[in-house]
């Protein structure tokens, strides 16, 4: 590409430009005031903002109280929402009605999301009413931002903090880039996972520093083409592809890179995670490249056994079929003895898996780090500290 932009990027900065000097729509010109519930004043400025092309709808410094609000499109043109207060969800889930989500961008084209400001979902009240670990089908808790068949569009600096459920959840998006966001919540917190896509194509994560009690990045089913680039993630449960293959009719996941970035004291480092008894399904050209662990358990994991709590069916193998995968220059401490486990299906057994220049120090118990291959075959290259498939199951 060298000196040149790429058409991507020109779009970008045509969609920052073009909002940057639009219209602004202010919430405080609809009487949405520091300290009180902006929710009306809000919902107005959005409706007028979205009926002019190039508008902008700012929320200014200060902290503000919000209900569940619904930012629909499509708009006239291209539309940011600048944040650059703190927003904060009720603390009761009953305050929801059953929705799923605290703020909602829904069928938006050129949305730019922006401002340095913070999405703080009170989510410790409803942590201790999760009961996902114990119950298959949990009741679903809120999310704190979603973006629902938003296209050719970025969200950039702003921070979720402290998530109900699920702090972004990116659905029937395209063409989305999320750039230098900050996503916190304690170790501890359950379900709070940093990103997750689903049924999305063409989604590029840069430079976020994400620390939850689940996934950083998570990826469903029916997503293809995302690029997860210098991410920073610590604590949570890793960069994980899946779970895939709970339910009928799950769609392909294709085109998935990691690339660069750092994990700090999560419970995996990047993994792949298929539910056994699963009908079938397919995940393809998945690579992690250029990573750095530190004390990680499980820090390369492929799990087609993947069952939590116990709470499914284990009778039969996975049908998730999963190929060309590759883990290259991945490097640090593992905080387990198996530093490397590639479980796959022995009903549908991984194809073309690439292990290169992995270098995993483990310093505990038991002597050095070790690794493990089941129902596949990796093509091993360059230094392997462990060595490959050292270890059987």
Same mark, same amino acid.
């Given at each position: 590409?060298?000196?040149?932009?790429?058409?991507?990027?020109?779009?970008?900065?045509?969609?920052?430009?073009?909002? @940057? +000097?639009?219209?602004?729509?202010?919430?405080?010109?609809? &009487?949405?005031?520091? !300290?009180?519930?902006? /929710?009306?004043?809000?919902?107005?400025?959005?409706?007028?903002?979205?009926?002019?092309?190039?508008?902008?709808?700012?929320?200014?410094?200060?902290?503000?109280?919000?209900?569940?609000?619904?930012?629909?499109?499509?708009?006239?043109?291209?539309? &940011?929402?600048?944040?650059?207060?703190?927003?904060?969800?009720?603390?009761?889930?009953?305050?929801?009605?059953?929705?799923?989500?605290?703020?909602?961008?829904?069928?938006? !084209?050129?949305?730019?999301?922006?401002?340095?400001?913070?999405? $703080?979902?009170?989510?410790?009240?409803?942590?201790?009413?999760?009961?996902?670990? &114990?119950?298959?089908?949990?009741?679903?808790?809120?999310?704190?931002?979603?973006?629902?068949?938003?296209?050719?569009?970025?969200?950039? $600096?702003?921070?979720?903090?402290?998530?109900?459920?699920?702090?972004?959840?990116?659905?029937?998006?395209?063409?989305?880039?999320?750039?230098?966001?900050?996503?916190?919540?304690? =170790?501890?917190?359950?379900?709070? $996972?940093?990103?997750?896509?689903?049924?999305? #194509?063409?989604?590029?994560?840069?430079?976020?520093?994400?620390?939850?009690?689940?996934?950083?990045? @998570?990826?469903? $089913?029916?997503?293809?083409?995302?690029?997860?680039?210098?991410?920073?993630?610590?604590?949570?449960?890793?960069?994980?592809?899946?779970?895939?293959?709970?339910?009928?009719?799950?769609?392909?996941?294709?085109?998935?890179?990691?690339?660069?970035?750092?994990?700090?004291?999560?419970?995996?480092?990047?993994?792949?995670?298929?539910?056994?008894?699963?009908?079938?399904?397919?995940?393809?050209?998945?690579?992690? &490249?250029?990573?750095?662990?530190?004390?990680?358990?499980?820090?390369?994991?492929?799990?087609?056994?993947?069952?939590?709590?116990?709470?499914?069916?284990?009778?039969?193998?996975?049908?998730?079929?999963? @190929?060309?995968?590759?883990?290259?220059?991945?490097? =640090? /401490?593992? #905080?387990?003895?198996?530093?490397?486990?590639?479980?796959?299906?022995?009903?549908?057994?991984?194809?073309?898996?690439?292990?290169?220049?992995?270098?995993?120090?483990?310093?505990?118990?038991?002597?050095?780090? /070790?690794? /493990?291959?089941?129902?596949?075959?990796?093509?091993?290259?360059?230094?392997?500290?462990?060595? +490959?498939?050292?270890?059987?199951?």
């Amino acid at each position: 590409m060298g000196k040149n932009l790429s058409v991507v990027t020109i779009s970008f900065l045509l969609l920052l430009a073009s909002t @940057s +000097a639009g219209q602004v729509f202010d919430v405080k010109s609809y &009487e949405g005031q520091p !300290n009180a519930d902006i /929710t009306q004043a809000l919902t107005k400025a959005w409706k007028a903002a979205c009926a002019v092309g190039g508008s902008k709808v700012v929320i200014s410094v200060g902290t503000y109280k919000l209900g569940v609000v619904t930012l629909l499109g499509p708009c006239k043109g291209a539309i &940011e929402f600048n944040l650059q207060g703190t927003l904060q969800a009720p603390s009761n889930v009953a305050s929801f009605n059953g929705k799923d989500f605290w703020v909602s961008f829904q069928r938006i !084209n050129s949305l730019t999301v922006s401002g340095g400001g913070v999405f $703080d979902g009170k989510g410790q009240m409803a942590w201790q009413k999760n009961n996902c670990a &114990e119950k298959y089908s949990c009741k679903t808790l809120p999310i704190n931002i979603r973006f629902d068949f938003v296209t050719n569009s970025i969200v950039h $600096d702003i921070k979720s903090k402290d998530s109900k459920f699920f702090h972004i959840n990116v659905m029937g998006c395209k063409n989305l880039q999320i750039q230098h966001v900050t996503i916190t919540a304690p =170790g501890d917190s359950p379900n709070t $996972d940093g990103i997750h896509i689903g049924h999305s #194509s063409k989604i590029t994560i840069t430079n976020a520093n994400i620390g939850t009690g689940d996934d950083c990045i @998570s990826i469903g $089913d029916g997503t293809q083409d995302v690029t997860a680039n210098q991410v920073t993630c610590g604590p949570g449960h890793g960069i994980s592809v899946g779970s895939l293959g709970r339910y009928q009719n799950e769609q392909p996941v294709l085109g998935i890179k990691v690339i660069g970035g750092t994990l700090s004291n999560t419970k995996n480092g990047v993994r792949i995670k298929t539910w056994p008894s699963s009908p079938p399904g397919s995940a393809s050209d998945m690579h992690f &490249e250029n990573i750095i662990m530190n004390n990680v358990a499980n820090p390369i994991l492929i799990d087609q056994g993947y069952c939590p709590n116990n709470q499914c069916s284990n009778k039969s193998p996975s049908k998730v079929k999963i @190929s060309n995968v590759s883990f290259k220059n991945i490097r =640090g /401490t593992s #905080s387990t003895k198996e530093a490397v486990k590639l479980i796959c299906s022995n009903s549908v057994p991984c194809q073309q898996v690439v292990v290169a220049d992995i270098n995993l120090a483990y310093k505990g118990a038991g002597g050095s780090a /070790t690794s /493990t291959c089941v129902n596949v075959k990796p093509t091993v290259s360059g230094k392997q500290n462990p060595p +490959a498939c050292t270890s059987k199951q």
